[in-house]
């Protein structure tokens, strides 16, 4: 990426990465849609609740395994094949310790996390039968997320994207199998999910004894380099601090939505399944700016990795645009995809036209803050989002519950209230940062 034409360099990245997001979020939403069709409504809301639970711990590792794509990206920007499979021995290890640990942690909390979010007692069994069986099984999606953000760093986004698509069909075909031939409800769409991430964790970990270049995994280099450990912590920590707190903090969104009921509850559910899809294009192409930065500053080039962060900005936001029209246009049938009740779909068609012509909005915190992760800077973006969607969107969910108007719109326009907050401090912040002055590596 650090030569020739920018928006081939970005969609070339990124649209591939942008499909596999998309098979990614098939694992979530076809357990949804299974145990919203053929199980149960308390199903439905259980499954589709527990998101901020499973992200508050994947959140922190996805923010450390980040700290090891920009220093990989930049290493490898830089051409110093040592430094790199110096970095992927080091992610990797550190990652199977993480996976120990989290394991433990996820089981032991999953109870005390659906209690804490005033979950109803009709869904309270099935989320937390659903959150132990998937925190059994989160080593294959930590072994997966850190392997292909290896293969991202060095710019090969299309290998991990082809292992998603099998994996994802894979889950598709174990939801309906364990549900529909065997009856295992909430229990079977979990262990399809699991079942399905070891594969892909499988497939990416084979690539990397494979390969031929500086990322190859050799057990003769398989040890930890403290001081490259380190660095990894160094730049991920404050993003891994920035995720797990926005995760809290959506725990706390979620008991406000949970006070309106179970249909208020499945709404919200076939509301952030499709917000899902609308946060992909401008993800994806913020990755790519991630990346793209990383690279150029690797080799010094801070004025090409500003131009290609402001391209990808762009980009982010025709994208979003194209994909939120048909939403806005067929908002119920979207809903009803999921769960055909008319109460739930009711909730959720309202969520959908209040919230949804804001994301343009996210495109500029999105891409901008990728920008500053690739250049070395996670600290700036932490600060940020954490006093938009922690400090700023806790303090208007209680002004508006307790003081203004308690209903299940105003509570939910916190969304779109904090990314303001954030686009507008992140947009200033950037435009008077100094890329070059924060790159991770030396000439």
């Given at each position: 990426?650090t030569?020739g034409?920018?928006v081939?360099h970005?969609l070339?990245?990124?649209?591939?990465l942008?499909?596999?997001?998309?098979?990614?979020q098939?694992y979530?939403?076809?357990?949804t849609?299974?145990?919203?069709?053929?199980?149960?409504?308390?199903?439905?809301?259980?499954v589709?609740s527990?998101?901020?639970?499973?992200?508050l711990?994947?959140?922190?590792?996805l923010g450390?395994?980040?700290?090891?794509?920009v220093v990989i990206s930049q290493y490898?920007g830089?051409?110093n094949?040592?430094?790199v499979r110096?970095?992927?021995h080091t992610?990797l290890?550190m990652?199977?310790?993480?996976?120990v640990?989290?394991?433990?942690?996820g089981i032991?909390?999953?109870?005390?996390?659906?209690?804490?979010?005033?979950?109803?007692?009709?869904v309270?069994?099935e989320?937390?039968?659903y959150l132990?069986?998937?925190?059994?099984?989160i080593?294959?999606?930590?072994?997966?997320n850190?392997g292909?953000?290896?293969?991202?760093?060095?710019?090969d986004?299309?290998?991990?994207f082809?292992?998603?698509v099998?994996?994802?069909?894979?889950n598709?075909?174990?939801d309906?199998?364990?549900v529909?031939?065997?009856g295992?409800?909430v229990?079977?769409?979990?262990?399809?999910t699991?079942l399905s991430?070891?594969?892909?964790?499988?497939?990416v970990?084979?690539?990397?004894?494979a390969s031929?270049s500086?990322?190859?995994?050799?057990?003769?280099?398989l040890?930890?380099?403290?001081?490259?450990?380190?660095?990894?912590f160094?730049?991920?920590t404050?993003?891994?601090?920035q995720?797990a707190?926005?995760?809290?903090?959506?725990?706390?969104?979620?008991?406000?939505?949970?006070?309106?009921?179970t249909?208020?509850?499945?709404g919200?559910?076939?509301?952030?399944?499709?917000d899902a899809?609308?946060?992909?294009?401008?993800?994806?192409?913020a990755?790519?700016?991630?990346?793209?930065?990383?690279?150029?500053?690797?080799?010094n080039?801070?004025?090409r990795?500003?131009k290609?962060a402001?391209t990808?900005?762009i980009?982010?936001?025709?994208?979003?645009?194209?994909?939120?029209?048909?939403?806005l246009?067929f908002?119920?049938?979207a809903?009803a995809?999921?769960?055909?009740?008319?109460?739930?779909?009711?909730?959720?068609?309202?969520?959908?036209?209040y919230?949804?012509?804001?994301?343009?909005?996210?495109?500029v915190?999105?891409?901008?803050s990728?920008a500053?992760?690739?250049?070395?800077?996670?600290?700036?973006?932490m600060?940020?989002?954490?006093l938009?969607?922690?400090?700023?969107?806790?303090?208007?969910?209680y002004?508006?519950?307790?003081?203004?108007?308690?209903?299940?719109?105003?509570i939910?326009m916190?969304?779109?209230a904090g990314?303001?907050?954030c686009s507008?401090?992140?947009?200033?912040y950037?435009?008077?940062a100094?890329?070059?002055?924060t790159r991770?590596?030396?000439?």
């Amino acid at each position: 990426m650090t030569e020739g034409n920018i928006v081939r360099h970005i969609l070339t990245f990124a649209f591939p990465l942008l499909i596999g997001n998309i098979f990614q979020q098939l694992y979530n939403m076809v357990d949804t849609w299974v145990v919203g069709r053929y199980v149960s409504d308390e199903a439905f809301s259980a499954v589709g609740s527990i998101g901020p639970i499973t992200n508050l711990l994947i959140g922190i590792f996805l923010g450390l395994s980040s700290g090891a794509g920009v220093v990989i990206s930049q290493y490898y920007g830089a051409k110093n094949d040592g430094k790199v499979r110096e970095a992927v021995h080091t992610s990797l290890l550190m990652t199977l310790g993480l996976a120990v640990l989290f394991t433990g942690l996820g089981i032991f909390l999953a109870p005390i996390m659906v209690d804490f979010m005033k979950t109803p007692a009709d869904v309270r069994p099935e989320a937390i039968a659903y959150l132990t069986i998937y925190f059994s099984g989160i080593a294959g999606l930590m072994v997966y997320n850190m392997g292909a953000g290896i293969l991202r760093a060095v710019g090969d986004s299309q290998k991990p994207f082809l292992f998603l698509v099998f994996s994802a069909l894979l889950n598709i075909g174990l939801d309906l199998l364990f549900v529909l031939k065997f009856g295992m409800g909430v229990e079977g769409v979990a262990y399809a999910t699991i079942l399905s991430q070891g594969l892909s964790a499988l497939l990416v970990v084979i690539t990397l004894l494979a390969s031929r270049s500086c990322i190859r995994l050799e057990l003769k280099y398989l040890k930890i380099s403290w001081r490259m450990l380190g660095t990894i912590f160094r730049i991920g920590t404050p993003a891994a601090l920035q995720m797990a707190v926005t995760s809290f903090s959506n725990v706390f969104v979620q008991s406000y939505i949970n006070h309106f009921g179970t249909f208020c509850m499945g709404g919200w559910t076939a509301y952030n399944k499709i917000d899902a899809l609308l946060f992909m294009p401008m993800q994806s192409i913020a990755l790519a700016s991630t990346t793209f930065v990383g690279q150029n500053l690797g080799k010094n080039q801070p004025a090409r990795a500003r131009k290609g962060a402001d391209t990808a900005l762009i980009m982010a936001a025709a994208g979003t645009v194209i994909a939120m029209i048909p939403v806005l246009i067929f908002a119920e049938g979207a809903v009803a995809f999921f769960n055909p009740n008319p109460d739930v779909v009711r909730y959720g068609s309202e969520f959908l036209r209040y919230i949804t012509p804001f994301y343009v909005l996210c495109c500029v915190n999105q891409v901008y803050s990728g920008a500053l992760r690739g250049a070395g800077d996670t600290k700036a973006p932490m600060i940020i989002m954490l006093l938009s969607f922690v400090a700023f969107r806790q303090v208007y969910l209680y002004i508006m519950a307790n003081f203004i108007m308690n209903e299940h719109i105003p509570i939910a326009m916190g969304y779109p209230a904090g990314w303001l907050v954030c686009s507008t401090i992140t947009f200033i912040y950037y435009r008077r940062a100094d890329l070059g002055r924060t790159r991770v590596v030396e000439d």
